[in-house]
Nanobody
Framework: QVQLVESGGGLVQAGGSLRLSCAASGGTFSDYAMGWFRQAPGKEREFVAA????????YYADSVRGRFTISRDGAKNPVYLQMNSLEPEDTAVYYCAAATEDSSWHLYPRLTREYAYWGQGTQVTVSS
C-alpha cells in the first residue's frame, strides 16, 4: 500500500512563495496520477492542481491558475507544487493524493473520489 508524505509547508507573508513536495513511502508506486487538494477551516476539501503520471498533462483550479505550478520528477516521486504570489486566502492544509491506473482520473481529474491514497497534509499559512 502506498503512503504519501507532504512537506514544505510553513508560514509566509503575502506575495511570498513556497514549494510543497510529495513523496511515496512504504510501497510500490507506479503509473499514478497525482493531485493536490487543500482544506481551510470550515470549508470542504477543494481541488488545487493535478498532473498525469505519464503524459505530463496538468489541471488547475481557477483560483490558483497562473500562480501555482504542479510538476513531477520523471514520472515518479517526488511531485511538487510551486506556489507563488501567495495570498491569505491560500491558507489551508494542503494534501497530496494519488490515483491508481484503474481510476477514471482522465475523465474527472478534479474529483476527490478518483484518488485512492492521501497524505497527512501540511499546513500553509499566509500572513497579510
Amino acid at each position: 500500500q502506498v503512503q504519501l508524505v507532504e512537506s514544505g509547508g510553513g508560514l509566509v507573508q503575502a506575495g511570498g512563495s513556497l514549494r510543497l513536495s510529495c513523496a511515496a513511502s512504504g510501497g510500490t508506486f507506479s503509473d499514478y496520477a497525482m493531485g493536490w487538494f487543500r482544506q481551510a477551516p470550515g470549508k470542504e476539501r477543494e481541488f488545487v492542481a493535478a498532473i498525469s503520471w505519464r503524459g505530463g498533462s496538468t489541471y488547475y483550479a481557477d483560483s490558483v491558475r497562473g500562480r501555482f505550478t504542479i510538476s513531477r520528477d520523471g514520472a515518479k516521486n517526488p511531485v511538487y507544487l510551486q506556489m507563488n504570489s501567495l495570498e491569505p486566502e491560500d491558507t489551508a492544509v494542503y494534501y497530496c493524493a494519488a490515483a491508481t491506473e484503474d481510476s477514471s482520473w482522465h475523465l474527472y481529474p478534479r474529483l476527490t473520489r478518483e484518488y485512492a491514497y492521501w497524505g497527512q497534509g501540511t499546513q500553509v499559512t499566509v500572513s497579510s
